[in-house]
């Protein structure tokens, strides 16, 4: 597509409930990644995927996130059990070679 | 490890004054330097970028960076500010390759008209 589709645009979702975030990237564009960004504060690297590479997970606050990217493109995060903490926006962003992120519009979480 | 210092979470500038928006970085190893722009309710856009060719980088809107490696500063600099400035702006280092990149904390450019 012409740019990076996040969905849903906006999850409201109760305390303990799972919850799964979309990331559709630009076309061509051989890696993907998963940034959340909480009120007031920059970008915290979750998860990285560079081609067929095993991903980099080292941002991943805890074993309740999880994320996949499907035949080199889609990608899913995945919350389980979400906690008040985790309300944030969640980004997604893709790029090819060094030329830099193409950011989505995010996902903006609420946890109740 | 890489990691990015963004001075002064929030800068204030009359229409028509001198942006300069500073960042330091620390890197093991050569970096690759962004600045990144998100205007209010959108995304974040790509306004510059360094990796490694001219030390002085020309971006979109005016916007422009310079590379000073004894410095480890990347600072955002535009001649005159425009009410259409106002927006938070991110720097962000990756090492050469590595692709992941190291966001600073942003900063937030108010324009006085």
């Known amino acids: 597509g012409a740019g990076v589709s996040q969905s849903p645009s906006n999850k409201v979702t109760e305390k303990g409930k799972d919850v799964e975030l979309r990331c559709d990237p630009i076309s061509g564009h051989t890696a993907l990644y998963w940034y959340r960004q909480r009120l007031g504060q920059g970008l915290e690297f979750l998860i990285y995927?560079?081609?067929?590479?095993?991903?980099?997970k080292s941002g991943l606050p805890s074993d309740r996130f999880s994320a996949e990217r499907t035949g080199g493109s889609v990608s899913t995060l995945t919350i389980q059990r979400t906690q008040q903490e985790d309300s944030a926006v969640y980004l997604c962003a893709s790029s090819f070679g060094t030329g830099g992120y193409t950011f989505g519009s995010g996902t903006r979480l609420t946890v109740v | 490890a890489q990691s990015v210092t963004q001075l002064g979470s929030h800068v204030s500038v009359s229409e028509g004054a001198l942006v300069l928006l500073r960042c330091n970085y620390s890197?093991?190893?050569?970096?690759?330097l962004f600045w990144y722009v998100q205007y209010p309710n959108q995304g974040l856009q790509l306004l510059l970028k360094?990796?490694?060719?001219?030390?002085l980088v020309k971006g979109i809107n005016g916007f422009e960076a310079e590379f000073k490696k004894s410095e480890t500063s990347f600072h955002l600099t535009k001649p005159s500010a425009h009410m259409s400035d106002a927006a938070e702006y991110f720097c962000?280092?990756?090492?050469?390759?590595?692709?992941?990149?190291?966001f600073g904390d942003g900063t937030t450019l108010t324009v006085k008209p």
């Open positions: 890197s093991s190893v050569p970096p690759y």
């Open positions: 962000a280092v990756s090492e050469a390759n590595a692709g992941k990149s190291t």
């Open positions: 995927f560079q081609g067929n590479s095993a991903p980099d």
């Open positions: 360094y990796t490694s060719a001219a030390t």
